[in-house]
């Protein structure tokens, strides 16, 4: 079973600090992608990588998919209560046809104004 | 496009009764896919389909049941409810498989008790 541990699970942060969420494995991953759950919905895709290596940006948002494809970081400059939520990273395999992705266990993001 | 929908939004049902968690998607994607979420476990897959009349087992099918008939619709079924059936499940779904590349698009979710 692969598997995906995200650190920290639970982070509180005042508005204007940084943080960086960390998604960790030892297998690797074809992609990696970053959703977002707001409480009582579904989660929404943030990003997708591909390439070891990739570094993507959103905003304030920076993402980056590690050298070997095992690892990937999410990076929050400035955070704001809108940032509040539940970042989620899920890894794909290049050789499967059949979209499954692997979930992390998620990491919950309190920012308080 | 309504995207992803579910429905009920909570249920609560009692250990043995029985219940369909109903999905339906407007975007003509070929994979959906069924999950739970407990918390602090992330998401956990429990059956997925490629197309209609194909489904297959992913890592938690025990005590579920799902069938596709249609491109849109993607029902998971409960039997003899326990309680460790409690969680959130979400329904999703994309336009190819290949890879995980593609993004995934979910319902609101369904909110289920068993007790």
């Known amino acids: 079973t692969q598997l995906l541990e995200q650190s920290p699970q639970f982070l509180s942060i005042q508005e204007g600090e940084n943080l960086t969420v960390y998604c960790n494995s030892s297998s690797v991953f074809s992609s990696l992608q970053w959703y977002r759950q707001e409480p009582g919905e579904g989660p929404v895709l943030l990003v997708t990588v591909v390439t070891g290596g990739e570094v993507k940006k959103l905003k304030r948002l920076t993402f980056q998919f590690g050298d070997a494809r095992k690892d990937s970081s999410l990076h929050i400059t400035a955070a704001q209560p809108g940032d509040t939520g539940l970042y989620l990273c899920?890894?794909?395999?290049?050789?499967?046809?059949?979209?499954?992705?692997?979930f992390g266990q998620g990491t919950t993001l309190q920012v308080k104004p | 496009n309504a995207g992803v929908t579910q429905t009920p939004k909570f249920r609560i049902l009692k250990i043995g009764q029985s219940m369909t968690l109903q999905c339906t998607q407007d975007?003509?994607?070929?994979?959906m896919y069924w999950y739970r979420q407990d918390p602090g476990m992330g998401l956990k897959l429990i059956y997925y389909?490629?197309?209609?009349?194909?489904?297959d087992k992913g890592e938690v099918p025990n005590g579920y049941n799902v069938s596709r008939s249609t491109t849109e619709d993607f029902p998971l079924r409960l039997e003899l409810a326990a309680p460790s059936q409690t969680s959130v499940y979400f329904c999703?779904?994309?336009?190819?498989?290949?890879?995980?590349?593609?993004?995934?698009?979910f319902g609101p979710g369904t909110r289920l008790t068993v007790t």
């Open positions: 975007m003509n994607h070929n994979y």
């Open positions: 999703a779904s994309s336009k190819s498989g290949t890879g995980g590349f593609d993004e995934q698009y």
């Open positions: 389909s490629v197309g209609a009349g194909i489904t």
């Open positions: 899920a890894g794909g395999r290049g050789s499967s046809n059949t979209g499954k992705l692997i």
